[in-house]
């Protein structure tokens, strides 16, 4: 009975100082889930419960052990916190700090992309390669990216910073920094003057199309006139 009680200690000090170091090496992480998830409540819920938090984990593990030249298992890491969180982060991907990843469900990191700080992703997103060809293949996110749920950022490109890529677009060109992209594929909409900050209105956000054709309609009626 004491053997099993020492056991179970043991481990509880192990879960112990193993979450108390997550809550060190994500500080960052877990502070930017508090500042752009209101349903977040207390670290040890996200620490708990958030599985981009937890492919982060997953992450960094698989990261320093490839960056150690240790075979097979980086990438069987990575498959592990697919079947468990449902995010795929391949480990040779570079991931700054203060990355969110909201609900997370179907998110991919291909292995050549790189990704800023601050950046936050919703579920669904891709940033995927194009082409057999190896070396540079995935994007290049820049710093405080917004990217919305089910976009697809696709080839070696570059987000450029502070931009905000609309939900279910598709991306295949570089953007500029401090753009809004929505529809299929991508297009730079105009936003009256206005970025879109980290309160993510993602409701109104302005479709260059509509504007198009809002401005043309205009146009008629100004000429029948």
């Not at 509880?12 to 193993?18: E, Y």
């Not at 292995?111 to 579920?123: A, C, H, R």
Request: hydrophobic share 45%; charged share 20%.
């Amino acid at each position: 009975m004491t053997t099993c009680l020492n056991i179970l200690l043991m481990l509880l000090a192990v879960a112990i100082v193993f979450w108390l170091a997550v809550a060190v090496v994500l500080r960052k992480e877990i502070r930017a889930t508090f500042e752009r998830d209101p349903a977040a409540t207390n670290y040890l819920e996200v620490l708990l419960t958030y599985s981009g938090t937890h492919a982060l984990i997953f992450y960094k593990i698989s990261h320093a052990l490839l960056k150690m030249h240790i075979p097979f298992l980086p990438r069987w890491l990575s498959q592990v916190a697919r079947f468990f969180t449902g995010i795929e982060i391949h480990p040779g991907a570079r991931i700054g700090k203060g990355l969110f990843i909201d609900h997370g469900m179907g998110v991919v990191i291909g292995e050549t992309s790189i990704i800023g700080d601050d950046v936050t992703l919703y579920q669904g997103v891709t940033l995927g390669g194009t082409g057999k060809a190896r070396g540079k293949r995935h994007p290049t996110l820049g710093n405080n990216v917004v990217v919305g749920a089910g976009a697809k950022i696709l080839g070696d490109i570059t987000i450029g910073d502070n931009s905000y890529i609309g939900a279910n677009a598709v991306v295949i060109k570089d953007v500029p920094h401090n753009s809004t992209v929505v529809g299929v594929p991508g297009r730079l909409t105009r936003q009256d003057g206005k970025k879109i900050d980290i309160s993510l209105d993602h409701i109104h956000i302005l479709d260059p199309l509509l504007q198009d054709i809002e401005e043309l309609k205009e146009r008629i009626k100004r000429l029948e006139k």
